[in-house]
């Protein structure tokens, strides 16, 4: 695998096996939860290790227990959050998700303040990832799109805009915390998804994933990120050329392009996080410092994504029947397909 144009096989054989001794315990820990789980017969709640579950993250944790979109583990030891988005159904971005997501992101914020004498981050890695095999988001609700459009109904599609712009800011200025937040892409990155995934300070992909802004099929663009994402890490030029083509990119395409950081073998996405966290731990003082500078050469501003939402819903309420028909055809494409993985669209 590549970071950066470098082989994190680079790093010492101890330190790789060390690697991945912690990353085997930890999915053993988050397992033995989940199994936990579904013999109490409860939802989709946070599967955190035990070993965070001290008298100062007691509070935090129990915040989380009516979450119903996302599941999430924690690695005590190198202190990395792993977020997985579940939605039920088709794995498209609802607003539930990005409900949940803020709601989780603004926990992050004030569990900072609370432990900020302690002078030790208690968390250094925000990982987003995602349960369903192929797949890491298929981007927007459309179904909820093509209702909310023909009762043209402005108010809740600029509420939908605004709350997924809401997360995706929030991801790409880490929270304004000593945090770095990484995508893990193991799948199909589309529309809402791509938007999420470059949104992280870093970009993890396997090979086999597949990113792609597919809004043009149906005569509307990507509203909550992609243009600013994209402009800022390789230029306006080249994020038009993708908005407007609307074609799929591979995850080598997109590395060579600098959209993605680190290049993993299928199968091996996971063990990539741990071995950057191995190779760059001891630096993490430092990667901060440099995605704060991205910040300040390159600042995206909330204002200037909610501007951006609000000519999405204009540019959404003026489809007409034929581009919505377009969008279902579309949206009934992918409930295909997750039905032929075994799950109800």
Same mark, same amino acid.
């Given at each position: 695998?590549?970071?950066?144009?470098?082989?994190?096989?680079?790093?010492?054989?101890?330190?790789?096996?060390?690697?991945?001794?912690?990353?085997?315990?930890? #999915?053993?820990? !988050?397992?033995? *939860?989940?199994?936990?789980?579904?013999?109490?017969?409860?939802?989709?709640?946070? =599967?955190?290790? %035990?070993?965070?579950?001290?008298?100062?993250?007691?509070?935090?944790?129990?915040?989380?227990?009516?979450?119903?979109?996302?599941?999430?583990?924690?690695?005590?030891?190198?202190?990395?959050?792993?977020?997985?988005?579940?939605?039920?159904?088709?794995?498209?971005?609802?607003?539930?998700?990005?409900?949940?997501?803020?709601?989780?992101?603004?926990?992050?914020?004030?569990?900072?303040?609370?432990?900020?004498?302690?002078?030790?981050?208690?968390?250094?890695?925000?990982?987003?990832?995602?349960?369903?095999?192929?797949?890491?988001?298929?981007?927007?609700?459309? #179904?909820?799109? !093509?209702?909310? *459009?023909?009762?043209?109904?402005?108010?809740?599609?600029?509420?939908?805009?605004? =709350?997924?712009? %809401?997360?995706?800011?929030?991801?790409?200025?880490?929270?304004?915390?000593?945090?770095?937040?990484?995508?893990?892409?193991?799948?199909?990155?589309?529309g809402g998804g791509f938007e999420a995934a470059i949104s992280s300070n870093l970009v993890i992909s396997e090979r086999s994933a597949k990113f792609g802004l597919p809004e043009m099929l149906f005569n509307l663009f990507p509203g909550m990120g992609a243009y600013s994402l994209i402009a800022r890490r390789i230029g306006s030029a080249q994020a038009e050329r993708m908005i407007l083509s609307g074609r799929i990119y591979s995850a080598e395409e997109l590395f060579e392009l600098g959209l993605v950081d680190v290049l993993a073998d299928d199968g091996k996405g996971e063990d990539a996080v741990y071995e950057y966290v191995e190779q760059y731990g001891r630096r993490h003082s430092a990667h901060c410092a440099v995605y704060n500078v991205r910040k300040r050469v390159n600042p995206i501003q909330h204002e200037e994504l909610i501007d951006i939402a609000k000519i999405w819903v204009d540019a959404a309420l003026a489809l007409d029947e034929s581009d919505l028909r377009r969008m279902e055809r579309l949206a009934a494409a992918q409930d295909r397909r997750i039905t032929a993985l075994g799950r109800n669209a």
């Open positions: 695998m590549r970071v950066y144009g470098q082989s994190l096989e680079s790093t010492k054989s101890g330190d790789s096996m060390i690697a991945r001794a912690r990353f085997a315990t930890a #999915r053993a820990a !988050a397992q033995t *939860i989940e199994q936990n789980r579904a013999l109490d017969g409860r939802g989709s709640v946070v =599967a955190f290790s %035990d070993t965070i579950a001290t008298q100062d993250h007691g509070g935090w944790l129990g915040r989380f227990d009516g979450m119903s979109q996302l599941e999430l583990s924690f690695d005590d030891q190198d202190k990395v959050l792993w977020c997985y988005m579940n939605p039920p159904g088709r794995p498209s971005v609802t607003l539930q998700l990005a409900r949940e997501s803020r709601a989780l992101q603004g926990s992050i914020q004030q569990l900072f303040h609370e432990l900020s004498d302690d002078g030790t981050p208690p968390i250094r890695y925000m990982v987003w990832s995602s349960k369903l095999p192929g797949i890491f988001n298929l981007g927007g609700d459309l #179904r909820l799109f !093509a209702e909310l *459009i023909r009762r043209r109904d402005r108010e809740r599609l600029f509420e939908y805009a605004g =709350a997924c712009v %809401d997360v995706v800011y929030a991801n790409a200025v880490n929270l304004d915390l000593p945090l770095i937040t990484v995508s893990l892409v193991r799948g199909d990155a589309l």
